[in-house]
């Protein structure tokens, strides 16, 4: 698992470095052609650059406890309606300002997640030897605002263009809760075919800043993002810090 999740990290690193190459590279030979040819005209009238945005991801945990044990594919789905505003100088450049919803679900594996007990801190709790929840997830919704530096190769047919940005996102939480299905002993034998779902806010951070960036061609996108700031609370919870790959749907 460990290995797993370095694997993971340095290719979200990976994405963000070959990203902010691109856009570093690119505009730099932008400027350089701008210089030495005359000014061209592009017409970006009724463009469709990615001003909806659908991304699917992998989400896990950086600095997780050994107490939480995160199984499976844990996912996130975010969706952002966004505006995109070209640069004068450099059509190829451009920001996307815009405001959405994102969604992360951590499957946990005989683990508790006390959300909503009257505890100073959150208790996660590891229930290997005990009865436990056969399927527990902790699941948030969060109202965002993403920020991005954009690259289009080809700023005038965006849907058949290389493509890069940089960004951050910034965002409130509208949902936290844990959601178990069948309670079974320690050996996995079904004690109550029942769903308990509890909700509360309390241990968590009301906003959350993401850094992300994504590269690809067209319609399609390689996404990977980082929360800069913890899941939980200061002295309320670990210093744990979701980050996410996956795929972006663009280009409506």
């Known amino acids: 698992m460990k290995i797993h999740l370095l694997l993971t990290q340095k290719l979200m690193k990976k994405i963000l470095f070959i990203a902010l190459s691109s856009l570093i590279v690119t505009s730099i030979f932008a400027q350089d052609s701008t210089y030495h040819s005359p000014k061209k005209t592009s017409n970006l009238s009724g463009r469709a650059n990615d001003h909806f945005l659908l991304q699917f991801g992998v989400t896990n945990w950086a600095g997780r406890t050994d107490s939480m044990h995160i199984k499976g594919f844990s996912r996130s ?66 109202l965002e605002a993403p920020v991005e530096l954009r ?33 079974q002993s320690s050996t996995g034998a079904t004690l109550i075919d029942y769903t308990e779902k509890q909700t509360s806010k309390r241990f968590f951070n009301s906003n959350r800043f993401v850094a992300t960036a994504r590269i690809g061609y067209g319609v399609i996108s390689l996404f990977g993002s980082y929360q800069l700031n913890p899941v939980f609370k200061e002295g309320l919870g670990p210093d744990v810090r979701p980050y996410t790959i996956g795929l972006t749907l663009s280009g409506l």
């Open 151 to 183: 690259f289009s190769s080809k700023p005038e047919t965006p849907n058949k263009s290389l493509k890069a940005a940089l960004g951050i996102k910034a965002g409130v939480l509208l949902n936290a809760h844990t959601k178990g299905k069948i309670w």
């Open 77 to 142: 789905f975010n969706m952002y309606l966004m505006f995109d505003f070209p640069f004068k100088s450099n059509p190829k450049l451009s920001v996307g300002i815009g405001a959405g919803v994102g969604a992360d679900n951590i499957n946990f594996n005989k683990t508790y997640v006390g959300i909503k007990d009257a505890t100073p801190t959150i208790q996660i709790q590891d229930l290997s030897d005990t009865t436990h929840f056969k399927k527990y997830k902790l699941a948030t919704a969060i």
